[in-house]
Structures are given as C-alpha cells and as structure tokens.
Nanobody
Framework: VRLVESGGDSVQAGGSLRLSCVVS????????MAWFRQAPGRERERVAS???????TYAASVKGRFTISRDNAKNTLYLQMNSLKPEDTAMYYC??????????????????WGQGTQVTVSS
C-alpha cells in the first residue's frame, strides 16, 4: 500500500492549506486514516483521524481550525488547515491502520505511512 501526500507549503500565520493523501488502493471500510505531524526535536503526534465508523478526532491544539475528510471514491484523505499558526510548522504524514475501527493515537499502531509533506508557517 502506498500513501502519497501533497499540499505542503510555506504560508504566513493566519493562512490556509489543504493537504491531500492519495492511497494506492481502496480505503472504503478498510482503513482507519490519520494525519500526524512531527516538528524537529519533537515526537510525532496525531493531528486528526478518521475512523471506519465515520467518526473524527482532533488534537486539542488544532480543534476548530483543522478538518479531516476522506473521499472514498478517490481513495484520498484530506486535511484542511485554517488559521495556521507558527507552531503548526512540521512535517505532516498520512497514515493508515488496517486492524482497527477506531484510530489509535500512537504512530506504532499504524501499518502504512506516506513520505511526508512540509508545512512551514511564518509569523
């Protein structure tokens, strides 16, 4: 299974970006999908996730600003990021878990990863 992210860029604080993650096979009813991010010197953290039952979960730091969605027909996961802050600067990764209906918050529980896309927010 291949995951390919895109959409990362350098933006000013307050700006918006939409990240995309195209999966090489159907994600419908198969994968719990999530976005993680990792800043230099920090642990990888879950930003948002999309469960198999349609539920979504967000980190407290992004709630109300970020929206995760999936287009099952296009095998694509999105992350709409609004009101970006400098502390959102990180490498963003898409991940898929084939064994759980509810997404874990731990990176080790995910089976497949993309290569990452860089988001840089300047003040």
């Amino acid at each position: 299974v291949r995951l390919v992210e895109s959409g990362g860029d350098s933006v000013q604080a307050g700006g918006s970006l939409r990240l995309s993650c195209v999966v090489s096979e159907s994600i419908y009813a198969r994968y719990c999908m999530a976005w993680f991010r990792q800043a230099p010197g920090r642990e990888r953290e879950r930003v948002a996730s999309s469960d198999l039952d349609g539920g979504t979960t967000y980190a407290a730091s992004v709630k109300g600003r970020f929206t995760i969605s999936r287009d099952n027909a296009k095998n694509t996961l999105y992350l709409q990021m609004n009101s970006l802050k400098p502390e959102d600067t990180a490498m963003y990764y898409c991940a898929a878990d084939s064994s759980s209906r509810l997404c874990s918050r731990y990176p080790a529980d995910f089976d497949y990863w993309g290569q990452g896309t860089q988001v840089t927010v300047s003040s």
